[in-house]
């Protein structure tokens, strides 16, 4: 595959061990959104999601080893920068973050209006319901954050 996009937006997955999921996310971002690119940044997964990314139509780069979130969407992040891209985004590999909102996501960046935009699950109307361990966790770091911030 030639290493050149030819869209100026690129949809950036990182990926740990999601055999069973990261196809189906391949996909769907295929289905619900155009003009995009899709790098799969496999942090060094140790099951067949390697293999199932090859067999798509995306590029994919692989970490030797587990490096962390943080350091593949840099990968994801170098990578764009290296290629072209005007505009990324990142989505999750195992599904939870919906492929039908990318293009909302990425219109007002797109159009100039921003220089980033943020999605949350926790807006609107969602079918996403967290656990109530985390939603005790958000609470507690957003009431440290207001402290520390004083905002």
């Known amino acids: 595959m030639i290493l050149s996009g030819q869209n100026d937006s690129l949809v950036v997955i990182p990926v740990l061990n999601e055999e069973k999921s990261v196809g189906g996310v391949i996909d769907m971002v295929k289905e619900n959104v155009r003009g995009v690119d899709i790098l799969i940044v496999d942090d060094g997964s140790s099951d ?7 067999k798509k139509d995306v590029f994919v780069v692989s970490h030797p080893f587990n490096m962390g979130i943080g350091s593949s969407f840099q990968t994801g992040c170098l990578f ?25 996501i990425l219109a007002p960046v797109k159009n100039g209006n921003v220089d980033i935009a943020i999605g949350s699950r926790f807006l609107g109307k969602s079918k996403f319901k967290s656990s109530m361990g985390r939603l005790v966790g958000i609470y507690i770091i957003s009431r440290v954050l207001m402290i520390i911030t004083r905002k």
């Open 80 to 104: 764009a920068e290296n290629h072209g891209y005007r505009s990324i985004v990142r989505m999750d590999g195992d599904g939870q973050h919906a492929p039908e909102y990318l293009d909302a």
């Open 48 to 54: 067949g999601t390697l293999e199932i990314a090859c």
